[in-house]
Every structure is written in structure tokens, then in C-alpha cells.
């Protein structure tokens, strides 16, 4: 049958409001999945010295982080007086120097290996430590620093950070920034690494997010270890590995509450709190490190499919068993001089000589 003027006016009306109310129609939420509790043993895939560390208890504490400002900050205390001898120890094993200094204001430790390599002369490691944004002072940032020092053959300026309660958001992001833009007037940048973990791993990556908004040359590459680079507790590894990550364990955890507290009220999706947002368009290589049962594998995965997706060479790692950052808990772990002996190479792949 013909229609008319009005009716064919009419029936484009009906269409043009059904196709707009189509479009600001929210999805049916999909049902998730219920998986039956269930026993996960140690794997016999790993190193010995691995195994032990995987067959640890649940951390300490994991879901009863500190109230107060003040209660955080004699957790980090504490942290670091236990850590300081087992850092001392493992700076004898790998032989490295360590001595503590300022620059552009900001506490670093300049670390430096027995022998650094003759093609890494030139070259600058700035390593950013983690500890959810408020943990991890002084000489408990330090393993990191030593391990790539150590393994690598370079010299590594490792950062000590300002952390509340004495500064909040971005202090960490500034201080790190500071350290960056003091090497890079007499180190050309292409000669300048960025390495970090955790929070350190968002952190690095941050620092590429801010180098671009200050209009500053980036690094020759980074090396973002299980970054907290999602902290609105989005992504998968969230769900499917709380419980079973021994070191973060859950986001109900004291590293989300540890990162709120970093924040003092700021959008958690800002990319300099969470790059995983950011544009990372132009960044360096980057390599990226994880393990099959960290709680963050899943934000270590999305980074490293953005930088994919944007063309940036980028290299992913995951460790079979491993929590979060266990790579990096004791040299005496062949996963650990592994883990590093790959981050090392592929500075030395990217970085100018």
C-alpha cells in the first residue's frame, strides 16, 4: 500500500526514535561465573626456591590496613627497619655499592655494580620503587635498584620519593619527574632507562604520561613491572586470582587502601594515578612483568596490549606461579636472575649506547 507525505514522515519519526532509543539503551548485564571452590597446589614447574615462596601463607595483615595517617606511617617504618637487613645482605651477594645522596632536591641512592658493562658507560638506569604509593622508605626500595644493577651492569639512580602523610598525590610523580629532568641536562635521554615496580611500574609509566604533557624528550625505554596501573579495580585477575595472590591477596586488601589514602580524594581514573587511561601514543619500548598468579597480571596485560595496539614495541613476561612482584623478592631465586637478566637485555637492546 502507498503511503503519503505524513505517513512516510511518520514512519522515518518511528525509526529515527527507536533507533535513538537503541542507542542509549544499557546491555543487559551478563551473567558471571560461579566456580567452585577448590584446591590450587604449588607447582612443580618452578625452581625449589621458587615453590617455598609460592607455598607461603597469605600475607600479614593483608585486610586490616592502617585508619590513620599516622598508622601508615609506622607500617612503612616498620617495613623498613625488617627490611634493612635482608637489603644489606643481598647488596653483599651481588656485590654492588650503594650510597645515599639528594638531587634536584629529591633523596635518591646512587647504585652501582662491581663492573658496569663497557657498552653500558654511558648509560642511566631511574628506578622508581613500589609499595602501593605509601611503603617501602629508604633502604626498602632498594632491591630492585641492586638486582638490575647487579645483573645488568648499569648504574641505577634509585628514587626515595616523598610519601604521605608528609606528601600526598602526585608528590611520587613529581619527585620521580625532578630526579628524570636533572639527568636528562647532562644525559642524552635516549641513553636514560626508567624501572620500576607496582606502584614503581605505574609510576614509570606515568612518568611517560607527564614527560608528553610537559612537552620533555621520553627515555630510550621503560620497564614497568606489574603495574598499578589500573586503580579502580578494574580487570580480570582482580576476580579471578584474589585469594589466591599470597602478597596482595584481594582488593579489599591494603594496597587499594593504600593507594586511596596516596590519592587524598583525587579521581582514581586520572591517568597519572591509573596510566592504563592515558595516552601512551610516542612512548619508548617497553618491557612488562608479571606472574600467572598476580592480582595485577590483568593491568600488566592491558598496558601492554595498548602499546601493541599503538605500534610501540613492547615486550610482556609472566612467570608461572608467581604473585605479584615475586620475581623480584631474592636473587638467590634462578626466576629472579632470569626475570632480570630479560629486563637488562632489553635495555641494552633499546638504550643508546
Known sequence: ?????????????????AATAGAFAQPAPLAPRDVPAKSIP??????????????????????TPPKTPEGWKQLAETIRATAAPNVEAMRQRLNVRVEPGTMAGVKIYTVTPEKIRPENADRTLVQIHGGCYVLNPAEAALPEAMLIAAIGGYRVIAVDYR????????????????????????????RVGLIGTSAGGALV??????????????????????PMSDSTKTGDTFYTNAMLDNV????????????AFYANGHDMKDPLISPVYGDMGGFPPTILTSGTRDLLLSNTVRVHRK??????????????????????????IPETREAFG????FFGKHLKR
Request: net charge negative.
Open 1 to 17: 500500500m502507498p503511503f503519503g507525505p505524513l505517513g512516510r514522515c511518520a514512519i522515518a519519526a518511528s525509526l529515527l526514535l
Open 307 to 332: 602499546l601493541r595496539n599503538l605500534g610501540i614495541d613492547s615486550f610482556l613476561q609472566v612467570y608461572e606461579g608467581q604473585s605479584h612482584a615475586q620475581y623480584g623478592r631474592d636473587d638467590r
Open 205 to 226: 609509566l606515568e612518568m611517560g604520561l607527564r614527560a608528553k604533557q610537559l612537552g620533555l624528550p621520553m627515555p630510550g625505554a621503560i620497564a614497568s613491572g606489574t
Open 42 to 63: 604449588v607447582p612443580t614447574t618452578v625452581s625449589p626456591e621458587l615453590q617455598k615462596i609460592i607455598a607461603q601463607p597469605l600475607r600479614t595483615a593483608w585486610d
Open 342 to 345: 630479560e629486563i637488562g637485555e
Open 248 to 259: 596482595l591477596v584481594s582488593t579489599e586488601g591494603f594496597c587499594d587502601a593504600a593507594a
Open 163 to 190: 610519601m604521605p602523610p608528609e606528601a600526598y598525590f602526585p608528590a611520587a610523580l613529581d619527585d620521580s619527574m625532578a630526579v628524570y629532568k636533572a639527568i636528562i641536562v647532562k644525559t642524552d635521554p635516549k
